[in-house]
């Protein structure tokens, strides 16, 4: 029974791992895109969101 508690702790901290890993490829890809778009010219559009209208602009 041991055992099967330190595989599963092993593989449960590779799970999260990997999902740190993949989340910081996406934010680097998502910057690399961000320069791309700057130099080809193309706009920043985003859909509207709920907080674009935050009380606290004001």
């Given at each position: 029974m041991v055992v099967i508690n330190i595989?599963?702790?092993v593989i449960l901290a590779a799970a999260v791992l990997a999902a740190?890993?993949?989340?910081?490829?996406?934010?680097?890809?998502m910057k690399d895109l961000a320069?791309?778009?700057?130099?080809?010219?193309?706009?920043?559009e985003r859909p509207p969101s709920?907080?674009?209208?935050?009380?606290?602009?004001?």
């Open positions: 595989w599963l702790t740190i890993c993949a989340w910081l490829n996406t934010r680097i890809i320069i791309i778009k700057a130099k080809l010219g193309i706009k920043e709920a907080f674009d209208d935050d009380l606290d602009k004001n």
